[in-house]
């Protein structure tokens, strides 16, 4: 298995692909692949405040429900309605087409406690 090294990532597998101060946040191919077939994304609305270390939405697949976790603070300024009608978008491409949410930070300093790469590929067991 691989993770993107221009991300961060949560042990809970979220990555967080920070550009200026926006964070777009989704789930890694590690995850996807443990949930199988998803079936559905529950996401919070444009303008919700989401805290670091705290879950901001949930993802069911046809094995189980999981939240979905935000390693950084602020307000959710997108969501990928697309999800919507093809969770399935998240199996296919987690690290692109099926991100979740670009949050707005409040806290630059929040992804700095994020793990690289090679740290989260240790951490869950993937190295």
Do not use: C
């Not at 597998?13 to 101060?21: A, L």
């Not at 697949?61 to 969770?87: F, M, Q, R």
């Amino acid at each position: 298995m691989s993770a993107p090294t221009d991300r961060k990532y949560l042990e809970t597998h979220e990555w967080h692909k920070v550009e200026g101060d926006t964070a777009t946040i989704g789930i890694t191919q590690i995850a996807a692949d443990e949930l199988t077939d998803i079936t559905y994304v529950s996401l919070p609305k444009v303008g919700a405040k989401v805290s670091a270390n705290k879950p901001f939405g949930e993802i069911e697949s046809v094995k189980a429900t999981s939240d979905l976790y935000s390693g950084v603070s602020g307000e959710v300024v997108a969501i990928n309605d697309g999800l919507n009608n093809d969770p399935g978008l998240v199996n296919r491409d987690p690290f692109n087409g099926g991100w979740m949410v670009k949050v707005k930070l409040s806290s630059p300093a929040d992804v700095d406690r994020l793990l690289s790469a090679p740290d989260y590929l240790k951490k869950t067991g993937h190295e």
